[in-house]
């Protein structure tokens, strides 16, 4: 059974849609801009990562980076049998599924980024990765910063997105790491998505939402909200507008997709977010993202033979952060063993784990980073050493991060 998933936002690069342009699908870019009024191509080819960390350009690129590439997809002559969408996502999953039009989505989105953009604006708050943690212990975190900080997105096993205000966060990070979190993330946004502070955006949204259309859906869509599958159109409505407030239950979804008999699952947009989570929280799914036209050769290769693909993926096992950080994770359990090129000449350390800041080398897809026993560590990454995670001889778990990568023409 196959899956399409959707990114959100987080997920935008510059010059994303560079690989597109001479695609047929990029004609999905001008049919978008007409539709919006907004110089869409330009987001996508030329916009500085400054202008589009900017709430409503991420969400419009995002969203039409997702059709173009979904557009592509269905010219193979492929469709799912489910569909889903991380946050922002979600509305790239309704129109995929046929429950909303292209122009009642590009309105939607539009009218979203603009309203969280403002919410951000008027209660400023912003986001951070715990990694390593168990959701309860996350929710335990929260409470006990006595502040306005919320349990913003449940990814994974041992990842969790929390979001509030600054020192409420900053005081989650401290409480986390004493529950035992490996690690604290900042992800660089100017709102606290998918809390309480984004009240402020409901109104403008509800609107929006009341004059669009939505329609019985061609397949089975799993909210965020619940992890359910809704297929009765009016629902879609108040689904939507909660979605503002309310945690993003990504790894329920993923166990409810597994459950109604997914097999593959592709993750059809910028980056590789989604599919990275769904190895880890359903690994039995063979999961693969297409971000590049190069990328649906290997799609129709995954759909032909899925387990050949599953045992592949395995083995070049990552996890995307957010738009410019990279992790890569421990494809078992075991003893860790750093590939002693890696390690800095003469001291017998890795580069980054001396407390004095960032390494300095550089790494490529498909290079050895290490071996956790007898299994071997391979980055599915180009980028430059930001901090090892794991020491040389430190007992890691499967899942667990090992390596902070900052991926090229992405530095903030």
């Known amino acids: 059974m196959l899956v399409f998933t959707f990114p959100g936002q987080g997920s935008q690069r510059s010059g994303m849609g560079e690989t597109w342009v001479d695609h047929p699908s990029w004609e999905v870019v001008a049919e978008a ?7 869409i191509e330009r987001l996508l080819l030329a916009a500085p990562i400054e202008e589009l960390t900017n709430t409503a350009n991420a969400q419009l690129a995002t969203f039409v980076q997702s059709l173009i590439i979904l557009d592509a997809v269905e010219r193979l002559g492929l469709s799912p049998a489910a569909c889903a969408g991380h946050s922002l996502g979600e509305y790239t999953a309704l129109v995929a599924s046929g429950a909303m039009s292209f122009e009642d989505g590009l309105r939607l989105v539009v009218a979203r980024g603009d309203a969280m953009a403002r919410a951000g604006e008027d209660a400023p708050g912003t986001m951070a990765v715990l990694l390593g943690i168990a959701d309860d212990d996350a929710e335990a975190a929260c409470q006990r910063a006595e502040g306005d900080v919320w349990v913003a997105n449940y990814n994974a096993p041992g990842q969790v997105v929390v979001a509030g205000t600054s020192d409420a966060v900053a005081t989650v990070a401290v409480i986390a790491r004493e529950l035992g979190a490996k690690k604290v993330l900042p992800i660089p946004v100017s ?23 939505f329609m019985a859906p061609e397949v089975p869509v799993v909210a965020n909200v619940d992890a359910r599958v809704h297929s009765d159109p009016t629902e879609w409505p108040s689904l939507l507008s909660a979605q503002l407030c309310s945690p993003v239950r990504w790894r329920q979804s993923l166990e409810t997709l597994a459950g109604l008999g997914a097999t593959t699952l592709v993750e ?28 649906l050769d290997t799609l129709m290769d995954a759909v032909a033979a899925p387990d050949s693909w599953k045992n592949e993926l395995h083995q070049h096992q990552g996890e995307h952060l957010y738009m410019s950080e990279r992790v890569v994770v421990s494809p078992s359990a075991g003893i860790f063993a750093p590939e002693e090129s890696l ?34 560590v391979r980055t599915p990454f180009d980028g430059k050493v930001v901090r090892w995670l794991a020491t040389a001889g430190e007992r890691v778990q499967e899942g667990q991060p090992l390596l902070w990568l900052r991926v090229p023409g992405t530095a903030r």
Do not use: C
């Not at 801009?33 to 907004?38: E, I």
């Open 268 to 295: 059809l947009g910028a980056g590789g977010v989604l599919s990275a989570l769904a190895r880890r929280a359903v690994p039995e799914l063979t999961a693969l993202a297409v971000a590049r036209p190069h990328d």
């Open 33 to 39: 801009s007409a539709a919006t009024g907004r110089d």
């Open 191 to 213: 709102g606290a998505f998918h809390t309480p502070l984004m009240a402020a955006a409901r109104p403008s949204l509800r609107k929006a939402i009341g004059d669009a259309e």
């Open 343 to 376: 390690v800095a000449p003469g001291t017998g350390l890795l580069p980054g784990t001396d407390g004095g800041g960032s390494g300095d080398s550089d790494i490529g897809v498909g290079d050895l980073v290490g071996r956790v026993g007898v299994a071997e």
